[in-house]
């Protein structure tokens, strides 16, 4: 198993340019999310999803849209990037809600210029 | 509403010496708590989870964490510390009252020199 996997690595977006960070797991989970990691932070829940056409927001979700046509993937799209979303983006997926423990992806570090 | 404190930004040891990287937690309900490792560029893997049953958890590469309800604390805990133990490791809590959300502290940087 693969586990979590996120697409770009890193990238360099401009103020106003948009993008999607990809997030596909192959466990099977029907629970997903997608956090931001500031310097010297913990993490924050931007959106989650409790399956396939379920999304909900999480604590910082402005700025941000997201979308589960299928299980596997949960891409999250940012429509006009800010300097302020310049962080690292982490997706996750569990198997249960409340009691399961979360897996995460790599990362994708973000740079708003 | 949930929250999670890591009263420690850094915490030093030597190798062999015991360590404690301390968490202490608020729910409304019954806490959900977990502790999780981040290594550099890399994402957060899990380490022990305390749900239910005896407050001492027992977690990945010996680690182990005891729940303290009357002081609500979770401190994770080893016996004799390695370098490849040098990681930053955040608490999280879930209060089963407050729906989907896991509350991550702040995350403490554990620094383990030979």
């Known amino acids: 198993n693969a586990g979590v996997t996120q697409t770009p690595k890193f990238r360099i977006l401009k103020i106003g340019q948009s993008m999607t960070l990809q997030c596909t797991q192959d466990m099977n989970h029907n629970y997903m999310y997608w956090y931001r990691q500031d310097p010297g932070m913990g993490l924050k829940l931007i959106y989650y999803?409790?399956?396939?056409?379920?999304?909900d927001k999480g604590e910082v979700p402005n700025g941000y849209n997201v979308s589960r046509s299928t299980t596997e993937d949960f891409p999250l799209r940012l429509e006009l990037a800010a300097p302020s979303q310049t962080s690292v983006y982490f997706c996750?997926?569990?198997?249960?809600?409340?009691?399961?423990?979360?897996?995460f992806g790599p990362g994708t570090r973000l740079t708003v210029l | 509403a949930q929250s999670v404190a890591q009263p420690e930004d850094q915490v030093n040891v030597a190798e062999g010496n015991p360590l404690t990287v301390k968490c202490t937690y608020s729910v409304s309900g019954n806490p959900y708590l977990f502790w999780y490792v981040q290594y550099p560029n890399r994402g957060l893997q899990f380490l022990l989870k305390y749900i239910t049953g005896d407050n001492l958890v027992k977690g990945s590469y010996g680690f182990e964490a005891e729940f303290n309800k009357s002081q609500t604390s979770f401190h994770l805990k080893k016996p004799s510390a390695l370098v490849s133990d040098s990681a930053l490791y955040f608490c999280?809590?879930?209060?089963?009252?407050?729906?989907?959300?896991?509350?991550f502290g702040g995350g403490t940087r554990l620094m383990v020199k030979p």
């Open positions: 996750a997926s569990s198997a249960g809600r409340m009691t399961h423990e979360q897996f």
């Open positions: 999803s409790v399956g396939a056409g379920i999304t």
């Open positions: 999280a809590v879930r209060d089963d009252n407050a729906g989907n959300m896991l509350t």
